[in-house]
């Protein structure tokens, strides 16, 4: 296996980061000297959206920019909470997804990911089905669009977000059934969701396989990667806190090991620190952790 490794820039720009964000040029001179290949984008203001790089010459400007430090884009992880797709208007969505495909497709990136939006929630079987079928026409008309810009829509399964049981992960993708349309398979976020069971409503939903057997569960669907340890607990009891790499409780050689056929086919793998204070240090350590985890199951 020998991916493209790179780290999202929300990590410099959410929790301890959100008083006094690092600007997007920061992060690509940290990302070079600390040996990424790329960054993936995080879409949310001060970093690069399309109202800040509304032309293509500006995101032309952006993309040399980025190059310069040796890099390249895993991904792009825009804005739509102000639609939630469980529950907003369909026509609202799909116009919102049409301006970050645009920017996308201006800036070489063929991988916009997405989540539910809305929270964890005691709803009534109805209102649960209603939503779901929704949110699965929502995503299949999103698949459809991307598809035709040579894109892949990548859902990001959390604690913090509706269906986030690994029995609703797998129903919501294969209804969708579009191959333009994958999972997004954090580590962090598949350890609290598959092992802990963290923010499940009702009954938890376990894997005695921890996020092996969820991977495997997924294998199919999966489309991007991102890699983060877990401790086992929530980030402001809202979603996974990323731990340092060997820190916590992932069985890393053990998942790449297990899932090398899946993953090894991928070009880019994401090092996810949101949340973390100590990003700075720890992301540095990320790229020999990885490499090393590579080495032992190659």
């Given at each position: 296996m020998?991916?493209?490794?790179?780290?999202?820039?929300?990590?410099?720009?959410?929790?301890?980061?959100?008083?006094?964000?690092?600007?997007?040029?920061?992060?690509?001179?940290?990302?070079?000297?600390?040996g990424y290949d790329g960054?993936?984008?995080?879409?949310?203001?001060?970093?690069?959206?399309?109202?800040?790089?509304?032309?293509k010459e500006s995101r032309q400007g952006l993309l040399e920019e980025i190059?310069?430090?040796?890099?390249?884009?895993?991904?792009?992880a825009p804005d739509f909470t102000s639609v939630p797709p469980d529950r907003c208007n369909q026509d609202?969505?799909?116009?919102?997804?049409q301006t970050y495909i645009a920017f996308s497709a201006d800036l070489g990136i063929d991988t916009i990911r997405v989540d539910t939006v809305s929270p964890p929630a005691e709803l009534s079987v109805g209102e649960y089905e209603d939503n779901f079928d929704r949110l699965v026409?929502?995503?299949?008309?999103?698949a459809k669009l991307a598809a035709v810009a040579g894109m892949t829509i990548v859902w990001e399964f959390e604690p913090g977000f509706w269906l986030n049981k690994p029995s609703e992960v797998k129903r919501l993708v294969e209804a969708v059934g579009h191959p333009a349309f994958?999972?997004?398979f954090d580590t962090s976020h598949a350890y609290m969701s598959g092992v802990v069971g963290a923010r499940h409503v009702g009954e938890k939903e376990l894997l005695q396989g921890g996020i092996i057997?969820?991977?495997k569960l997924l294998q199919d669907h999966i489309g991007h990667l991102h890699l983060i340890d877990s401790d086992g607990t929530l980030h402001d009891e809202e979603t996974s806190t990323h731990a340092a790499?060997?820190?916590?409780?992932?069985?890393?050689a053990g998942f790449l090991s297990a899932m090398k056929p899946v993953i090894s086919q991928m070009e880019w793998w994401c090092v996810d620190f949101c949340f973390n204070a100590e990003v700075e240090e720890w992301g540095r350590r990320a790229i020999p952790f990885i490499r090393e985890g590579i080495k032992e199951v190659d």
């Open positions: 020998n991916p493209k490794i790179s780290i999202g820039s929300w990590a410099f720009a959410f929790g301890p980061f959100a008083r006094s964000p690092w600007p997007f040029t920061q992060i690509l001179q940290y990302a070079g000297a600390s960054v993936e984008i995080n879409g949310f203001a001060p970093h690069p959206t399309p109202y800040s790089h509304p032309t190059q310069s430090y040796g890099l390249g884009i895993s991904g792009y609202d969505y799909l116009e919102l997804l026409a929502t995503w299949r008309a999103s994958k999972v997004l057997e969820y991977a790499f060997g820190a916590g409780k992932v069985d890393f």
